[in-house]
């Protein structure tokens, strides 16, 4: 399956990873000068932040400024409660100064956020409505901070049901997806038995609706016992996600020229979506 012009449709699944997704900065950069078209991009957490700034038409120059004067104290305020520890009411503001406001629906590039219903435990997919609540909502780590309430759902993070969205840039119209996975887990020995529960967890959100296993290439970066909250880290991390990219795209290209030549790719099934 292809575009008009003849080449496939190139998406994107961005996963979560609090600060580690800054390295989604560095993906877009490699790909974008080598020359790797982004038609879609679907993000979880994370993700979704970095995803939907460049639907929105943010440069990768604008990202790294913005990932160089942001931190927890931009998007956050302690709120110690029986929701959470943070609030990120701020995330909404902070969206709409740095990135824009926006309905989903009336990005550049088509993008969709994917969050999870606290009741149901169905994952979301939110492809239209205020841009800055349905980031906040796939960002809202339950017990972290609170639900956010949309369309009579309380919402929290994506990363829960769907943490590599691979085939909701298919319904986007992808025709190859590219994958980022930056939850790679670590066994934190001197934790004790608390870091192999830690391990534990980050291995079921990595693993959280199976998406790795839906692209058709994965990019992954080495961010194995890198921290999740160190925004200060955001020239390394983006570094490695650079890095990371320039392994596999020889794969990427190889993939887009065999399409052009009009060559049969590999392509995965079509997915059945029940979401909303």
């Known amino acids: 399956m292809s575009s008009n012009n003849g080449r496939m449709r190139v998406g994107l699944a961005l996963g979560g990873g609090v600060a580690r997704g800054l390295a989604h900065i560095g993906v877009l950069s490699v790909l974008e000068e080598a020359g790797v078209p982004i038609d879609c991009v679907a993000g979880t957490s994370m993700g979704a932040i970095i995803g939907s ?3 929105a038409g943010l440069s990768v120059s604008e ?3 913005i990932a160089a004067r942001t931190g927890w104290w931009s998007v956050s305020r302690p709120i110690p409660s029986a929701g959470g520890l943070v609030t ?16 989903v629906r009336d990005l550049a590039i088509p993008f969709a956020a ?7 435990g169905e994952r979301v997919v939110l492809w239209r409505g205020r841009l800055c609540s349905a980031v906040r909502a796939s960002c809202s780590v339950p017990g972290f901070a609170p639900p956010v309430e949309l369309e009579g759902r309380m919402l ?13 840039a298919r319904m986007l119209g992808a025709d190859y997806v590219i994958g980022v996975d930056v939850f790679m887990p670590a066994l934190r020995r001197y934790l004790g038995p608390l870091g192999q529960g ?3 967890i ?3 959100v990595r693993h959280a609706g199976q998406g790795s296993n839906e692209c058709d290439c994965l990019i992954v970066p080495p961010m194995e016992g890198r921290s999740y909250f160190r925004f200060a880290s955001y020239k390394e991390l983006i570094a490695l996600g650079e890095e990371a990219t320039r392994r596999r795209l020889p794969i990427i290209l190889e993939a887009l020229a065999r399409a052009e ?11 059945v979506l029940i979401e909303n």
């Open 53 to 55: 700034a460049y639907c």
């Open 63 to 65: 990202l790294r400024d």
């Open 88 to 103: 990120f009411a701020r995330m909404e503001r902070w969206i709409e100064d740095n990135v824009g406001e926006f309905d």
């Open 114 to 120: 994917v969050a999870s219903d606290l009741i149901s």
């Open 156 to 168: 929290v993070d994506g990363g829960i049901t769907d943490n590599i969205p691979a085939d909701v």
């Open 198 to 200: 830690i391990a534990a």
């Open 202 to 204: 980050e291995t079921l």
């Open 261 to 271: 030549r009009g060559e049969h790719a590999p392509h995965l099934a079509d997915p």
